[in-house]
């Protein structure tokens, strides 16, 4: 059994009128190889005529996004060219890699029309060799994703990078970073492996588990040991998980706002190239 390091409750950090928890980065923990940011968004209820999330235009290089639609939409649009409207159930993937620009807005019916709202973004970071890579942009829809189903229908995981059993996530991931998300009903469980030198990512989103015999309640983020192989995970109630694993990079990480990179001076090209339009100029 892999051994638990510490349990992680998500710091309140409401954005305006969203309401947003960020599980990575806290004052407790910083983040967990090559695992880099969390904020969980909702959930809540918008009104009709709102204005829906305010992730306008701005600049990223040098990581990964994965955000996981629960309820709500986002349109998405970058300078690389992407550009579609994702609904509940779906994910958006989006390779910064050497830098583009891109808006996380709500879509004009979601707008006009209100509705319930829950949505969680993920940042992978990206190993050196990568961060100047093509960026890339990938949306899928809900029946796009795979899924498994466990313990008699009780638990399912969508598949969306990496492998689960035999079934392969639609997403190539350039670090072979895998991540599922998993729906547990109440007394469902399963039990996987996860090499003991890759790191594991463990977020209850709602509900509450048993993992390797300690509870995790909604909102935490669990850290495990590099020892062991074997999860074991028991609903407790209805339950979502966000779950990943891969193998950590060990590089010096300089953040500093949109920009991730292995240095100062790679932080403060990257801001040159984005005013000089290297990033694309938006529309």
Do not use: C
């Amino acid at each position: 059994m892999r051994k638990i390091k510490k349990k992680y409750k998500a710091a309140y950090a409401p954005m305006d009128d969203l309401v947003t928890y960020r599980a990575l980065p806290t004052r407790e923990v910083e983040y967990i190889d090559p695992f880099l940011f969390l904020n969980h968004h909702g959930p809540q209820v918008y009104k009709s005529n709102n204005r829906g999330l305010p992730f306008g235009p701005h600049p990223h290089r040098g990581f990964e996004t994965l955000t996981f639609i629960l309820e709500g939409d986002i349109m998405h649009q970058d300078t690389g060219g992407g550009k579609d409207v994702i609904e509940a159930g779906g994910v958006q993937w989006m390779t910064a890699g050497s830098g583009l620009i891109h808006a996380e807005v709500s879509s004009d019916k979601f707008k006009k029309e209100g509705g319930p709202l829950e949505i969680l973004q993920l940042w992978f970071n990206l190993p050196a060799r990568y961060k100047m890579t093509q960026p890339k942009y990938v949306g899928l829809q809900k029946d796009q994703i795979p899924t498994v189903t466990e313990d008699e229908g009780k638990v399912k995981v969508n598949v969306i990078s990496g492998k689960w059993r035999d079934t392969e996530g639609p997403i190539p991931s350039l670090s072979d970073i895998h991540m599922a998300s998993i729906e547990l009903q109440q007394g469902g469980s399963f039990t996987t492996t996860v090499a003991a030198e890759r790191n594991i990512f463990f977020y209850v989103v709602r509900g509450a588990v048993k993992v390797n015999g300690e509870t995790a309640e909604k909102l935490t983020l669990v850290e495990f040991e590099n020892e062991g192989n074997e999860l074991k995970v028991e609903a407790q109630e209805n339950s979502y998980i966000l779950f990943g694993h891969a193998q950590p990079f060990n590089e010096p990480v300089v953040s500093h706002g949109p920009f991730v990179m292995n240095t100062e001076e790679e932080i403060h090209d990257a801001f040159r190239d984005y005013q000089a339009g290297k990033m694309g100029s938006w529309q």
